[in-house]
């Protein structure tokens, strides 16, 4: 019941950044501190509960309720938070079906359904747009557009139609993109599209913008079908490109109403296209977007002539380039630039390639070695970061070097400038990378330090149960002792945060947790060593025991007992006996273990540690001293004197000062039940007087805690109980009186509560 709560750990109040040096910063601080929508909260709940909500149909699917309606943007958002949060499926995908939800932009990104559950759900609305990226091989592409096909209405009005890395099966039938006449917007990034292909698409009439990337197009002639209205045009990684250099650029320079262009590649594929088109003097004339990142030979001279000529410019991409370094880039007014000369040039191509994970490598790594002493919190990159790492979860180069980033970002104090909730996202991604990279230990040590930060392992809401058991399970890896230091601090600190259910899941994590924590112990004492890993070690191992018989159970199975009694005999200091005192009391507690306790070396140790004139250590001994003579049989067949300990404990706590003194050490508890058995136990005063002090303690400090803990457990009655006893401890019947006192006082101005 009794653990130790580490007085260092308040809460940390948020920094809002400068709004004239960082304004996107100060503006995602904003976003993220801000409560969710009433429209996103309802949404949460109503697909949560969607299977309650819903009845069910004859082939297995949902069907909303009759009466129930939605319009377009509500029915949008709908289906985008379903996609979002992976509920969408062939099931729950059949309450679009119908003319109760209505459809016009969806997205249904990475999801599994299947061809006629598409069909049923999406191509009977007037659907503008369809992101349909990444779907499951369930779902190709040929399938998707007979589906869209089949409505006249979206042949002439979808607009935009995403379909990258969306698979085609070999033996597939042509794609028949022609028929979708009102298409302005076409990406097939990642896809088997041919060139065939491409002389289709070039001829649909208002096509304006088109992203052929990684696809196997080997001819790009088509593209002059459509020179008079194509806008946007992106095609990095061309691989099966057959064209010259010079044919490519001649297309090129057809397209003059281009305002896009992207051929990026990444420097690996050695491709010097970007530099003969930097060298054309009569080529897109009209470009206000040019990306050619990755590019070789490219120098800042011929970018800054590039864009001195064409002066309407607002974007140019030279990550992973030699150019961007001169002063002209800072000094260019309403130019972006992505790159890696500076933060500003990493925190636009983090944004830029949050899809492409070779740049946000790229772009990571620059921004790790650009923060390593980053001394400025800067949430906005932060967020930046995040999203590297949900875009890309299985690339490991990108989820460890964006953990070490997230860590620069968030060391030392600068993790108090960022909201809690963009926190709370950061450390679900990198727990997430470590089921996706379980046995990376650059990974997980990343991961165990930004755990080691005060203002994420106390304020930020994020998964404790994964994390202890990850925490732990790093215990047993004997790693240098700054790293084991670490763990054996937040384990003392997670223990806290856990119930006691949850700890009594924990089972393996739990036993190796006890045993190498208990290994430590016993290494520094046998050192005669209270470093700070030791000091550490002895909170966790109190906190963990904390109403948990299991945890209990180890520490007495693997020779606890004998290792604390030997902690007591090397070490004199108050702050150690108190820790060891508090883990006795934890085992006191558990009536199937508290037996173990009374021994001659136990009792002896306790009998004198009682008398300490530090308050926190006589107080623990007290309470073991309570638990263990509580019960008569364990005491029957020793030749201890049970008597004279208790007699011991009354004249003790008589000489203690108010129960609402200060203590060295926070005690806080959980529950007040294992204090009932001894506030019943009116054959022994001693006992019911200690337990009395005990409550009375806490109460003062935190009644807002125990008083409605008091009622929640029912120990009101109790309470009563003595006080109205005409035979009982006239202190221990000034104790109860005075709790009920104060706790009529806290609840006066709320409620009326039930009194005896």
């Not at 800067?378 to 979860?393: F, T, Y």
């Not at 638990?627 to 364990?634: A, C, E, M, V």
Request: hydrophobic share 45%; proline share 4%; glycine share 2%.
């Amino acid at each position: 019941m009794v653990h130790f709560l580490h007085p260092s750990l308040s809460p940390r109040t948020i920094v809002i950044p400068d709004a004239q040096k960082d304004a996107r910063g100060r503006r995602v601080v904003q976003e993220e501190a801000s409560p969710y929508s009433l429209v996103n909260i309802c949404l949460n709940v109503l697909i949560a509960n969607l299977e309650k909500l819903c009845s069910e149909r004859s082939d297995g699917t949902l069907c909303l309720p009759e009466h129930w309606s939605f319009p377009q943007e509500l029915a949008d958002r709908f289906l985008e938070v379903m996609t979002w949060q992976g509920m969408l499926t062939d099931r729950t995908a059949s309450i679009f079906r119908g003319n109760q939800m209505k459809l016009k932009l969806v997205n249904i990104q990475r999801v599994q359904i299947s061809t006629a559950a598409f069909i049923k759900a999406f191509c009977h609305h007037k659907l503008v747009e369809l992101d349909a990226s990444a779907v499951h091989t369930d779902l190709p592409i040929p399938d998707i557009l007979s589906g869209l096909c089949s409505n006249s209405w979206i042949q002439q009005n979808l607009r935009c139609l995403l379909l990258d890395s969306t698979s085609i099966p070999p033996d597939s039938r042509p794609l028949f993109f022609c028929q979708l006449t009102g298409l302005r917007i076409l990406s097939v990034f990642n896809v088997c599209f041919h060139s065939e292909n491409l002389a289709t698409v070039s001829q649909l009439p208002k096509l304006e913008s088109l992203d052929i990337s990684n696809t196997l197009v080997s001819d790009i002639s088509a593209l002059l079908t459509c020179k008079d209205r194509l806008k946007s045009l992106t095609m990095h990684y061309l691989k099966c490109l057959t064209m010259t250099k010079p044919q490519i650029l001649a297309v090129i320079r057809e397209l003059k109403c281009l305002l896009h262009l992207d051929i990026s590649d990444h420097r690996q594929l050695r491709s010097d296209l970007a530099f003969h088109l930097l060298q054309q003097k009569d080529i897109l004339p009209n470009v206000v977007s040019l990306d050619i990142s990755g590019g070789i030979c490219i120098t800042d001279g011929a970018v800054e002539l590039f864009i001195r000529q064409r002066p309407a410019m607002q974007f140019v991409g030279l990550l992973a380039t030699d150019a961007g370094y001169s002063d002209f880039f800072a000094t260019k007014q309403a130019l972006r630039v992505a790159g890696g000369a500076n933060l500003s040039q990493i925190s636009e191509a983090l944004s830029q390639y949050r899809n492409r994970s070779c740049f946000m490598k790229e772009a990571l790594h620059r921004l790790f070695i650009e923060t390593f002493s980053m001394q400025v919190t800067m949430p906005a990159i932060l967020k930046l970061v995040a999203v590297g790492m949900r875009n890309h979860p299985l690339d490991l180069p990108v989820q460890f070097t964006a953990s070490a980033c997230a860590l620069n970002l968030t060391r030392q104090g600068l993790a108090r400038g960022m909201p809690v909730r963009l926190l709370s996202e950061v450390t679900c991604l990198l727990f997430k990378a470590l089921k996706n990279f379980p046995h990376y230990q650059q990974l997980q040590k990343n991961c165990l330090l930004s755990l080691t930060n005060s203002r994420i392992l106390v304020d930020v809401p994020f998964d404790r149960f994964d994390a202890a058991k990850f925490v732990m399970s790093w215990l047993c890896k004997h790693e240098n002792p700054k790293m084991q230091t670490m763990a054996v601090s937040i384990t003392s600190i997670l223990a806290l945060q856990l119930s006691s259910e949850q700890t009594a899941q924990l089972k393996e994590e739990l036993f190796i947790a006890v045993k190498e924590l208990l290994t430590i112990v016993k290494q520094k004492t046998t050192e005669n060593l209270d470093d700070v890993t030791f000091l550490f070690t002895l909170k966790a191992l109190w906190n963990l025991t904390d109403e948990s018989p299991a945890a209990c159970k180890h520490f007495i199975e693997n020779e606890g007992l004998a290792i604390f009694i030997q902690v007591l005999e090397t070490f004199s200091e108050s702050a150690i006996q108190s820790k060891v005192l508090g883990l006795l009391n934890n085992i006191a507690e558990v009536r199937e273990l508290s037996s173990k306790l009374v021994t001659e070396d136990v009792v002896k140790h306790i009998s004198i540690l009682l008398h300490s004139k530090e308050i926190e250590v006589s107080y623990f001994a007290a309470g073991i001293i309570a638990h263990l003579t509580s019960d008569k049989q364990p005491w029957i067949s020793c030749d201890l004197q049970r008597n004279v300990l208790l007699q011991d404990l009354y004249t003790t706590i008589q000489n203690w000062p108010s129960s609402s003194c200060k203590m060295t050490a926070l005690v806080t508890y959980r529950s007040f039940r294992a204090f009932f058995p001894l506030l019943g136990n009116f054959s022994q005063p001693q006992v019911q007087l200690w337990a009395l002090w005990a409550m009375y303690h806490v109460c003062s400090k935190n009644p807002s805690k125990y008083c409605k803990m008091l009622v929640d457990e029912e120990g009101l009655q109790l309470l009563c109980d003595i006080q109205e006893r005409s035979v009982v401890d006239p202190q221990a019947q000034q104790i109860a009186t005075s709790i009920l006192d104060d706790f009529r006082m806290h609840f006066m101005n709320y409620q009326r509560l039930p009194f005896c």
